[in-house]
């Protein structure tokens, strides 16, 4: 791959403009993109987090749609100031990324939440889940949805609200509740809300419900029924890519809005990950990998979800394999804040490259037991193969190849699963300032490591299949065009010395797992 030069489209000037919403977990933000897909503005607000009980985790939707409205107001207002002749009329779509699986019920008549939304953190229907896995666990609905059945996915928080919020199963019959994750909640009120709101989702966030079935893109009666949520609640659901209304909210007049992804499957779209076997990963506190398989749902032997990775109009959906890790970016921070053997995150770059290599020592940071491929409650975390021999040096350096050989186990769990090769990674998120960690990236996958230059993947996913909707741009090879690499690693690494570390690494696995019995 070569690098492509930007194209000479002079300053952040020549409209027209497409928008951005991205209702995240912790705040919500609206970015304004030009036509080479460069940010020309941006605004953001956090809202609230509410932790009524342990485990419980919720959102005040009204704040959010409220912060939703400002932010679209600021970031029209920021591209105003800044660029000559700007008018909210060179605004030609509008398009919505989001928090994937928070749940929430409103009522259709007033608009009002009938309660807190639930966020995907909230583990309050773990037991609900155990008893519908009956007597098959939690694989129940797997093949159907794709999904093993966890408290992270919105059909069990339904049920939940259902059955203990008083008198909202009868109203819900009578076709006066609506459901939505929180693409939902967003487009009804952009698009009017009691007043002609659409009530929709796209096909990416119904994928992450446990309700809709894979293989027909529609909501499946017998999974409804067995988890007893009743379908008048269901919104419409609709391609990734297409109009369903207008706005006219934040300074914008009847501006079309015209995407939702949830926010992964946004970053694998921003990426331009458009062919099987392209994958991009997230790397945060934790990391999200998703790779492209093409036009056919796989199933997963290997501890990874099927998910839909985007639906272009009537085109064929696109799915995808999702892998998640829960300890990379907070590693570092414990490296730091508890450990103290760093004053700050980017150091342990420097103190890592001091050394050659690891010293022989594995670090496996299961702190609250192994994500994928494993699935294991029961691990915690270890580090092995210390000698006298190994400095914080060593230690710094197996903290970031933790990292790297977890990513090169879920890149294998999708191999086996799809029986595809990953062609190379896109990576975004802050560890990828990390250079050192992407060239160790590059030598434990034995694949390209691509770094490009818009960092916010998300945001720009949602941008462009608002723009495919409204024909700003006309395909997605004009999307790829647009893509622009800012840093490519390749692997450099000794095959035999690969296949030796690795070995070394999934011992070092084997020992974190059964740290936690019964008795604990």
């Not at 967003?186 to 009691?194: A, F, S």
């Not at 419409?236 to 706005?247: A, C, D, L, P």
Request: with cysteine; charged share 20%.
């Amino acid at each position: 791959m070569t690098d492509s030069t930007t194209t000479p489209a002079g300053s952040h000037g020549s409209g027209p403009f497409i928008a951005a919403i991205d209702q995240g977990t912790t705040s919500s933000r609206c970015i304004v993109f030009d036509r080479d897909g460069r940010i020309v503005a941006v605004d953001q607000k956090e809202h609230e987090q509410i932790f009524p009980k342990p485990g419980w985790v919720e959102h005040d939707a009204a704040e959010i749609w409220t912060n939703v409205q400002e932010v679209v107001a600021g970031a029209i207002g920021r591209a105003a100031q800044d660029i000559p002749g700007f008018t909210p009329a060179d605004v030609k779509a509008i398009g919505i990324t989001n928090q994937r699986e928070t749940t929430l019920l409103w009522d259709r008549h007033t608009g009002e939440p009938v309660h807190n939304a639930l966020v995907w953190q909230d583990t309050r229907t773990d037991a609900l889940c155990r008893e519908l896995g009956r007597n098959v666990g939690q694989d129940r609905f797997r093949r159907e949805t794709g999904l093993p059945l966890a408290s992270y996915f919105a059909g069990p928080k339904i049920r939940w609200l259902l059955d203990n919020v008083e008198g909202l199963r009868e109203r819900a019959e009578a076709g006066d509740i609506l459901f939505g994750t929180m693409d939902s909640w967003v487009i009804w009120n952009l698009t009017g809300g009691v007043n002609g709101g659409v009530h929709v989702t796209d096909v990416t966030n119904a994928s992450r419900t446990l309700l809709m079935n894979l293989h027909t893109l529609n909501w499946d009666e017998r999974i409804l029924a067995s988890i007893e949520v009743p379908a008048a609640v269901l919104p419409e659901i609709r391609s990734s890519s297409e109009v369903y209304g207008t706005t006219s909210v934040g300074g914008l007049a009847d501006v079309p809005v015209a995407s939702a992804l949830g926010d992964q499957q946004a970053a694998l779209f921003g990426q331009t990950c458009f062919s099987e076997g392209e994958a991009k990963s997230t790397y945060g506190t934790g990391t999200f990998m998703l790779m492209n398989t093409g036009d056919t749902p796989v199933n997963s032997y290997n501890g990874l979800i099927t998910t839909v990775g985007y639906r272009i109009g009537d085109a064929d959906p696109v799915y995808a394999l999702e892998g998640s890790i829960a300890v990379t970016g907070s590693l570092v921070q414990w490296m730091r804040d508890q450990m103290g053997l760093i004053s700050t995150a980017a150091e342990i770059e420097t103190l890592a490259s001091s050394v050659e290599d690891n010293g022989g020592a594995y670090f496996v940071p299961a702190f609250s037991g192994l994500f994928a491929p494993y699935w294991r409650d029961d691990a915690r975390g270890v580090i092995a193969g210390l000698t006298r021999y190994v400095t914080k040096a060593h230690i710094a350096r197996a903290v970031l190849e933790a990292t790297a050989w977890q990513t090169r186990e879920i890149a294998d769990a999708m191999t086996k699963d799809s029986g595809v090769d990953l062609t190379a990674l896109k990576v975004d998120g802050g560890m990828t300032s990390n250079n050192l960690l992407m060239q160790t990236l590059a030598d434990f996958l034995d694949a390209p490591v691509v770094r490009p230059m818009v960092a916010e993947t998300t945001c720009l996913g949602a941008a462009y299949a608002a723009g495919l909707a409204v024909g700003f741009w006309p395909d997605t090879d004009a999307l790829r065009a647009n893509w622009k690499r800012a840093a490519e690693w390749t692997p450099r690494m000794d095959a035999a010395k690969r296949d030796r570390e690795y070995k070394s690494w999934l011992k070092a696995v084997q020992a974190t797992m059964g740290w936690i019995d019964e008795e604990h």
